[in-house]
Nanobody, 122 residues
């Protein structure tokens, strides 16, 4: 089993910055993709940013130029740097990782973090 633990959420004023972290632990052989999603009250969960290992980053149009996703492969950790935050960025943010728990391709995993609240005041 692979567990993801998030940190870094909180309350910030519009225009401010926050950095979210998500660390994976457990039986991990390899990670193929990492991503951040968010869900605001009454809305569906939406993709914020994704980072396929060895591939290109992808961002939701609403956060392009303001958010940056990055990873530390040695620590199995993914980050989301959020700048120029807006009240509409208020949501619970979830990290997601996909990979393999063992060399066998059938030992795949998809894990989610517990979520961290980000609140941006106007």
């Amino acid at each position: 089993q692979v567990q993801l633990v998030e940190s870094g959420g909180g309350l910030v004023q519009a225009g401010g910055s926050l950095r979210l972290s998500c660390a994976a632990s457990g039986s991990i052989y390899s990670i193929s993709a990492m991503g951040w999603y968010r869900q605001a009250p009454g809305n569906q969960r939406e993709l914020v940013a994704s980072l396929p290992v060895g591939g290109s980053t992808n961002y939701a149009d609403s956060v392009k130029g303001r958010f940056t996703i990055a990873r530390d492969a040695a620590k199995n950790t993914v980050y989301l740097q959020m700048n120029s935050l807006k009240p509409e960025d208020t949501a619970v943010y979830y990290c997601n990782m996909r990979g393999q728990r063992a060399p066998s391709s059938i030992m795949k995993f998809v894990s989610w973090g517990q979520g961290t609240q980000v609140t941006v005041s106007s």
